[in-house]
């Protein structure tokens, strides 16, 4: 079987073990990445690294468009390559997506999409439009979450619908380590965005003994009212504030810390999706504090503990909780350590991902 997977978030090069493992369960893979990905007026470049597979880099237009964007010379690629599916790693009202499966269906490929989408939204045309196509062209999707199979359904999708992360994580990058003696410290590992909840999270952390510290690495558009709140909470000497780290900086700071906490609140527009944060530090041994707010409970299981969102006491209770007992944190991280390896790893999701592709050529055009 060959399958070409387009997707922009292969910039990242931890993202691509996933291709490898597919690679071993003896897929021929051929990946499609841009050069560069443009979000929130930062850049992210292509990470370079061998593989099993080949890498294909396409010029994107209209880079840092969610909707919009859509890679010159994908149409000419699948031609040349003749795959047996083309995954667009895309929603379905999204342009490359589109083009991407109108390419698949002239090629008589079978077409998959992915999706993250887990609130019910109606898009004007021309998205609706694409949308339909894309639903006719699918022999299958991918949802990362439970709900997003449920809107689907709503929309009239009628294919099969598989539940699988977009990613995994590296268990043998994200490992436990045995942690000195240090103030207690707490993660903060998001981007800066009202759904992540970044004031909520220094309302709740400025509730913990004075000997407590906080790391907090990400960028947004929260970036300044966030250095501002520090500023008035007086938790300048406590919270340590950087930007968004590359992918292979992750795994040493999760090591430097003792809990991560992932807050994420209902938006009218949004909620969490997945929350990969949180199977990054379950796999390095660190226990994890995160809201109802959409995927995450699932994501957790008996991993961590789960708090209501938008709720700043409870948050701070788990914490204290947690900073109070060390035998309970040693038994959530070894919990949530055995969730990754049985659900989360690249392993698991590459073969979830190969049934997918095989149940995809049963379905056919």
Do not use: H, K, M, W
């Given at each position: 079987m060959k399958a070409l997977i387009v997707s922009k978030a292969f910039v990242n090069r931890l993202y691509r073990r996933k291709l490898e493992e597919l690679h071993a369960l003896g897929i021929e893979v051929v990946a499609v990445a841009p050069p560069a990905w443009h979000e929130g007026g930062a850049v992210q470049e292509l990470e370079e690294a061998n593989g099993?597979?080949?890498?294909?880099?396409?010029?994107?237009?209209?880079?840092?468009h969610f909707h919009l964007h859509f890679y010159s010379g994908l149409a000419h690629l699948i031609r040349e390559i003749q795959p047996d599916i083309v995954h667009m790693d895309e929603e379905p009202y999204n342009l490359a997506t589109f083009l991407?499966?109108?390419?698949?269906?002239?090629?008589n490929a079978a077409g998959i999409f992915f999706t993250w989408q887990n609130v019910m939204l109606r898009y004007p045309p021309p998205f609706s439009d694409l949308e339909r196509a894309v639903y006719r062209w699918?022999?299958?999707?991918?949802?990362?979450?439970?709900?997003?199979?449920k809107v689907l359904h709503e929309k009239g999708f009628s294919r099969r619908v598989v539940v699988i992360p977009q990613f995994g994580v590296d268990a043998d990058l994200f490992f436990p380590s045995s942690r000195p003696r240090r103030p207690f410290t707490v993660g903060f590992l998001n981007r800066l965005v009202p759904g992540k909840a970044p004031l909520l999270a220094?309302?709740?952390?400025s509730t913990l003994p004075h000997s407590a510290r906080m790391i907090i690495a990400g960028d947004g558009p929260l970036r300044g009212e966030v250095e501002t709140k520090i500023q008035s909470l007086e938790l300048s000497a406590r919270v340590e504030i950087r930007p968004r780290l590359p992918s292979t900086d992750m795994p040493a700071l999760m090591r430097a810390l003792d809990v991560v906490i992932l807050p994420s609140v209902t938006l009218p527009k949004w909620k969490e999706q997945f929350g990969r944060v949180l199977i990054e530090a379950m796999s390095?041994?660190?226990?994890v504090i995160g809201s109802t707010s959409g995927e995450i409970p699932h994501v957790i299981g008996a991993g961590g503990l789960?708090?209501?969102?938008?709720?700043?006491h409870a948050l701070a209770e788990a914490m204290c909780r947690l900073m109070d007992d060390r035998k309970m944190r040693k038994e959530l991280g070894e919990r949530g350590r055995k969730r990754v390896l049985d659900h989360f790893t690249h392993r698991r999701i590459a073969e979830a991902t190969a049934e997918a592709y095989q149940q995809a050529l049963r379905t056919g055009n």
């Open positions: 099993s597979y080949a890498l294909r880099v396409l010029p994107v237009r209209l880079n840092g991407g499966l109108l390419s698949a269906r002239r090629a699918s022999s299958l999707a991918i949802a990362g979450n439970e709900d997003a199979t220094l309302q709740a952390f390095s041994g660190v226990p789960i708090v209501q969102e938008n709720d700043r």
